[in-house]
């Protein structure tokens, strides 16, 4: 049976940082990690269709900034020789890691160094490194998809607990040519807060559960990749999974803090991966695994308005903003004259009187479904849009790929406020985007 061209190689390699550093996610977290409980990875799968290599990349990170992974794409391609516009780098949301985005401290004042830049070298150090492993482990591959649906409610919409949040798990299989199984990508949407702001150990959350598990009961040779999917208001259930959870409208801070203010912990991360795991085997038993003849990758860019936008009316937050306007003003002078490499995660530029903030949309096309990757935190209202609006079947949407633009949200939802609103670059920019990306499946699902 012919591949017809089509290699794919899978890596892995360990990010987790020293101790002492500022942990991403929590602003109210008080001190910095103190210990491991499990290490971080980055994990990659490289394609190869007919010599035309593509690579992607998920971390157990918070976010990367687009500064950052146009920095890490230079240096994996003069590693590799992987077109830099051929690079997909996307962070799971995982709030038990190091701060990769500068929002505890420099958030606060601009001007106090929160992010460590030795990291950030050693980080790009082991891209390169797992760059080259996905190359060099690439074998000639089949390749399936299916989706299926978790009955347990994993997840709970936080802006409205009423809704019945599910979200289907979703499953690429790579075979080889003898029909073993040797890799999945797995794609499903929760936010990485099961373990609260008063966790100082390094977690990969539950996305590390997923992967644990399915190579605990399919081998440690599997490659496996996990891709959050539009979690912008889902967040992790952390009450019991069959419960009726409409009395959390009177009390929405239970949603973080769980039953009896119990909060999340490592045994609710477990279950939270391992029911995604063990039904992403069970589909995987349903994947029938075909030649790849038709792949195909394309990435847009785009500049969106930045309006600094406010969550609240008051005269506090007025001066709140007119003071974080100023220090992104000094911040641009600073950049001009130093141009540092990759030290400050705002991605914006100025532009005839106007801060303009870059977004990247791309697009893997495999067979007949796509992985679609969005530069922000996607509401799950949009993410639907993308999902049953293209003239595509089968779309795996991935949420803080290739840099972050903060929450995209449907303009309904900045109508009724929130803290989302604060972390946006405007009230219109999720419906852009999602249209945005809603045209780029379709001309992938065309061409």
């Known amino acids: 049976m012919s591949s017809m061209g089509f290699k794919v190689g899978f890596s892995e390699v360990i990010i987790t940082p020293k101790l002492n550093l500022t942990m991403g996610g929590y602003s109210a977290r008080i001190g910095k990690a103190t210990g491991v409980h499990d290490h971080l990875f980055a994990r990659a799968v490289y394609f190869n269709y007919n010599g035309d290599e593509s690579l992607l990349i998920s971390t157990d990170l918070l976010s990367i900034s687009l500064k950052t992974i146009k920095y890490f794409r230079k240096l994996i391609f003069k590693k590799t020789g992987i077109d830099e516009n051929r690079i997909f780098v996307c962070a799971l949301h995982n709030h038990s890691g190091p701060d990769t985005m500068g929002l505890i401290s420099p958030i606060k004042g601009f001007f106090r160094r929160g992010l460590n830049i030795n990291y950030f070298l050693k980080l790009g150090t082991h891209l390169i490194q797992l760059a080259q492993d996905a190359k060099s482990n690439s074998f000639e591959a089949l390749v399936g998809v299916k989706k299926g649906l978790i009955e347990k409610r994993l997840i709970v919409n936080r802006r409205d607990p009423m809704k019945n949040s599910k979200f289907d798990v979703g499953v690429i299989q790579f075979d080889d040519l003898q029909g073993n199984k040797r890799g999945f990508i797995i794609n499903y949407a929760c936010h990485g807060t099961v373990l609260p702001y008063a966790n100082t150990l390094y977690t990969a959350e539950y996305p590390g559960y997923i992967v644990r598990r ?69 589909i995987s038993q349903k994947v029938k695994c075909v030649p ?44 001009q ?55 595509t079947q089968n779309i795996f949407v991935v949420e803080l790929a290739n840099g972050s633009v903060g929450y995209l949200f449907p303009f309904n939802e900045y109508k009724k406020g929130g803290y989302e609103m604060f972390l946006s670059i405007n009230s219109t920019g999720g419906t852009y985007l999602t249209n945005k990306a809603i045209n780029l499946v379709n001309s992938l699902a065309i061409n």
Not at 245 to 261: F, I, Q, T, V
Request: hydrophobic content about 40%.
């Open 214 to 282: 399915i190579k605990a009961r399919l081998g440690e040779n599997i490659g496996v990749i996990y891709l959050n999917g539009p979690c912008g208001d889902i967040n992790p259930n952390l009450f019991d999974f069959n419960v009726d959870l409409s009395y959390l409208n009177a009390n929405k801070r239970l949603l973080y803090d769980g039953p009896s203010h119990a909060k999340g912990n490592f045994t609710r991360a477990r279950e939270i991966g391992y029911s995604i795991a063990d039904k992403a085997i069970e």
């Open 292 to 335: 790849v003849f038709d792949f195909k990758y394309k990435k847009k860019s785009y500049f969106i308005p930045i309006n600094f936008l406010r969550y609240e009316n008051t005269l506090r937050m007025a001066l709140k903003h007119l003071w974080f306007k100023f220090k992104v003003l000094l911040l641009r002078v600073f950049w």
């Open 337 to 391: 004259v130093f141009k540092p490499t990759i030290l400050i995660p705002i991605d914006f530029i100025h532009q005839d009187g106007k801060f303009l903030q870059e977004a990247e949309i791309h697009g893997i096309k495999l067979n007949d479904y796509v992985i679609i990757g969005i530069p922000g935190e996607v509401f799950s209202e949009l993410g639907e849009r993308i999902i049953n609006k293209p003239k």
